[in-house]
């Protein structure tokens, strides 16, 4: 973790809210069958940064063989709250995967020194002190953990969409924190699909483009 900037690209949080209505931040990426990319196959991705220098998110459905209790032992932490001992690490993505980022939902009562507020949506906080708040017990009451990050240059995502291996999925912010936060994390890319009424046996692996 760390708390040297407010978020990997060093922007204003506050910024968001003016890019284009076309932005794909605080929606859910879906990889196409055609996604050759060992590390995001089968992967629902929360998008938390998306402008004209390039996107970032966090992959939601891939689970590390590390759990909560290994993580706080090494961060040196004590956790001693049951239900969040055996709760699992998350591969976050292929960039900066020694680097821990906690998206939790926003909560104007809580606040940390390194946080990303995803206008109607999320926040992604990657200061150690979120950690050191869930294990006082006074954390944020969902949240999800992970390491690395999923980066995209700029226009790699939109030439990704293009070449169809990925699918942006705008859900209502209930939708997204009831996949994120409440689904097993084996049904989330499944559940994604569904909320946008496809069938996975009929999707193509072929790129959708002329």
């Keep these: 973790m760390t708390s040297a900037n407010k978020d990997p690209h060093d922007s204003d949080p506050g910024s968001l809210i003016s890019y284009s209505a076309d932005h794909l931040a605080n929606q859910f990426l879906i990889a196409m069958p055609g996604m050759v990319d060992p590390n995001f196959a089968n992967s629902v991705v929360y998008l938390f940064e998306h402008n004209e220098r390039g996107a970032m998110g966090l992959v939601v459905n ?16 004590k956790l001693e709250i049951a239900p969040l001992l055996d709760q699992p690490v998350y591969f976050g ?39 050191e708040a869930v294990a006082l017990g006074n954390g944020p009451r969902k949240f999800l953990m992970t390491l690395g990050y999923a980066g995209w240059g700029a226009g790699q995502l939109e030439e990704e969409i293009t070449l169809n291996g990925w699918m942006n999925v705008p859900l209502s912010h209930e939708q997204m924190t009831e996949v994120i936060f409440n689904t097993p994390s084996s049904q989330r890319y499944e559940k994604t699909m569904r909320h946008l009424g496809f069938d996975l046996s009929h999707l193509s692996g072929e790129a959708g483009h002329a």
Excluded: C, W
Aim: no cysteine.
């Design 93 to 131: 993505g292929p960039v900066q995967i020694e680097r821990g980022f906690v998206l939790h939902e926003s909560n104007p009562h809580l606040s940390y020194s390194s946080s990303l507020i995803i206008p109607g949506g999320l926040t992604m906080t990657t200061s150690k002190d979120v950690l």
């Design 62 to 77: 891939k689970p590390t063989e590390v759990n909560l209790a290994t993580l706080f032992d090494k961060i040196e932490l």
